[in-house]
Structures are given as structure tokens and as C-alpha cells.
């Protein structure tokens, strides 16, 4: 009993500093990519909003507005699990 316990505090302390770490580098690399997506998508907005009008409205109405988001929303899916397996990777 009296070996059990430290082992148990120092595999406890173990774990805690990784998840401690793993949720600090988790929360810096999501701020990163939100900060990236959303100056890709401002960029995608401004370039949109200079398009001729009548060319603008047709590919509004083809889907093409949705299209981009669902291709915005899978590159931050991709990298945000490219940026966990990585860290996965740097804590262990």
C-alpha cells in the first residue's frame, strides 16, 4: 500500500501536465486556423463583391456562395485534425 500511493501521485502528475499541455497547444493552434480561415474568407468576400453583378447572381443562384463554405469548412476540419495528430505526436 505504501508504494501504491506514490506511484498513483506520479502517474496522476503525469497526466495532468499532459493534459494541461495538450489543452494549451490545442487552444493556441485553434486560434491560429480561426484566424487564418477567417482572412480567407474575408479575401474570398472582397473578391466576391467585385464581380460583375449579373455574373455574381448566377453563380449565387448555382450554389457556388455554399460551395465555398463547405470547402472552407472542410480545410479548417482537415487542418484542425492535422494539428491534433501533431500535437498528439509532440506530447507523448
Not at 4 to 12: F, V
Not at 23 to 35: E, H, N
Not at 37 to 54: E, H, Y
Request: no cysteine.
Amino acid at each position: 500500500m505504501g508504494l501504491l500511493i506514490p506511484l498513483l501521485i506520479s502517474l496522476a502528475g503525469n497526466l495532468v501536465a499532459r493534459a494541461l499541455l495538450s489543452l494549451g497547444m490545442g487552444f493556441v493552434s485553434y486560434q491560429v486556423l480561426t484566424t487564418i480561415a477567417s482572412r480567407v474568407a474575408d479575401q474570398i468576400t472582397i473578391l466576391w463583391g467585385t464581380g460583375l453583378a449579373p455574373v455574381l447572381s448566377m453563380l449565387e443562384l448555382a450554389g457556388v456562395g455554399q460551395a465555398i463554405g463547405i470547402i472552407l469548412g472542410g480545410m479548417m476540419a482537415r487542418a484542425t485534425l492535422g494539428a491534433s495528430i501533431v500535437l498528439q505526436k509532440i506530447s507523448s
